[in-house]
């Protein structure tokens, strides 16, 4: 299978609606088919969730590109994402941004994201396993916040992790469909815009879903 071709393919396509040339020109080079599990690779470049075991996604493409422009990052930020999955986004962030830390639940996952994004040369990236508490507080305030699993509500504990003026994107809604908010947090009242409806797994833990139900 010719990747580069499918990878030009999918650029051209998220270009329509995606007008972030940065956004774009990283994942014009970050092969995704390197992210996900041997037997999908044939689909590595179409605009949909893929499954990545343990019974989580890597996000869609679109979905993926309207997230990342939404932080408006610059090159000089520190990015915290929750949700490191197979690690696709992570990279994106690391093209895009001074130093990206990024927190995992599944150690599995963290383990195989660390293999192939250390693999790949990324040096401004750490992941680490997600603890009690959501986010990752020892290396906040972050300039800009990125979740990638759903959560039932805007979590207090992560817009105290943002400065102000950061941005934060996160899917809130129910367990099973959501809607994709942008934050700008404010000494007062946030900003809130939302960016319409996705789908993600659910954001697990205190102040989000609890892991059965
Ligand atoms: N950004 C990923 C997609 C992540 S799927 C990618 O590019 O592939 C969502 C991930 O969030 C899952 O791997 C899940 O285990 C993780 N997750 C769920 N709740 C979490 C929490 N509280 N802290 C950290 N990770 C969490």
Request: negative net charge.
């Given at each position: 299978?010719?990747?580069?071709?499918?990878?030009?393919?999918?650029?051209?396509?998220?270009?329509?609606?995606?007008?972030?040339?940065?956004?774009?020109?990283?994942?014009?080079?970050?092969?995704?088919?390197?992210?996900?599990?041997?037997?999908?690779?044939?689909?590595?470049?179409?605009?949909?969730?893929?499954?990545?075991?343990?019974?989580?996604?890597?996000?869609?493409?679109?979905?993926?590109?309207?997230?990342?422009?939404?932080?408006?990052?610059?090159?000089?930020?520190?990015?915290?994402?929750?949700?490191?999955?197979?690690?696709?986004?992570?990279?994106?962030?690391?093209?895009?941004?001074?130093?990206?830390?990024?927190?995992?639940?599944?150690?599995?996952?963290?383990?195989?994201?660390?293999e192939v994004l250390s693999k790949l040369g990324y040096k401004n990236i750490k992941i680490h396993i997600a603890e009690h508490m959501l986010g990752w507080q020892l290396e906040a305030p972050y300039d800009?916040?990125?979740?990638?699993?759903?959560?039932?509500?805007?979590?207090?504990?992560?817009?105290?992790?943002?400065?102000?003026?950061?941005?934060?994107?996160?899917?809130?809604?129910?367990?099973?469909?959501?809607?994709?908010?942008?934050?700008?947090?404010?000494?007062?009242?946030?900003?809130?815009?939302?960016?319409?409806?996705?789908?993600?797994?659910?954001?697990?833990?205190?102040?989000?879903?609890?892991?059965?139900?």
């Amino acid at each position: 299978m010719d990747f580069e071709a499918a990878r030009a393919n999918l650029i051209k396509h998220l270009s329509v609606e995606i007008e972030d040339e940065k956004v774009l020109a990283a994942m014009s080079h970050i092969p995704r088919e390197l992210f996900i599990p041997q037997d999908e690779i044939h689909l590595a470049y179409e605009d949909r969730p893929l499954p990545i075991g343990f019974g989580q996604t890597i996000s869609q493409p679109f979905i993926i590109a309207l997230m990342t422009a939404s932080l408006e990052l610059t090159g000089e930020e520190k990015v915290l994402e929750v949700g490191t999955g197979s690690g696709y986004q992570a990279a994106i962030l690391a093209e895009l941004a001074k130093v990206v830390i990024t927190v995992e639940r599944m150690s599995a996952l963290a383990v195989a994201a660390n293999e192939v994004l250390s693999k790949l040369g990324y040096k401004n990236i750490k992941i680490h396993i997600a603890e009690h508490m959501l986010g990752w507080q020892l290396e906040a305030p972050y300039d800009a916040i990125i979740v990638t699993a759903g959560a039932p509500k805007i979590p207090e504990i992560l817009v105290k992790q943002l400065k102000t003026g950061g941005r934060m994107v996160i899917p809130v809604g129910s367990r099973y469909d959501q809607d994709l908010y942008k934050i700008i947090k404010q000494k007062k009242e946030n900003i809130v815009y939302n960016l319409g409806g996705c789908r993600f797994v659910p954001l697990i833990g205190e102040d989000a879903w609890m892991e059965e139900e």
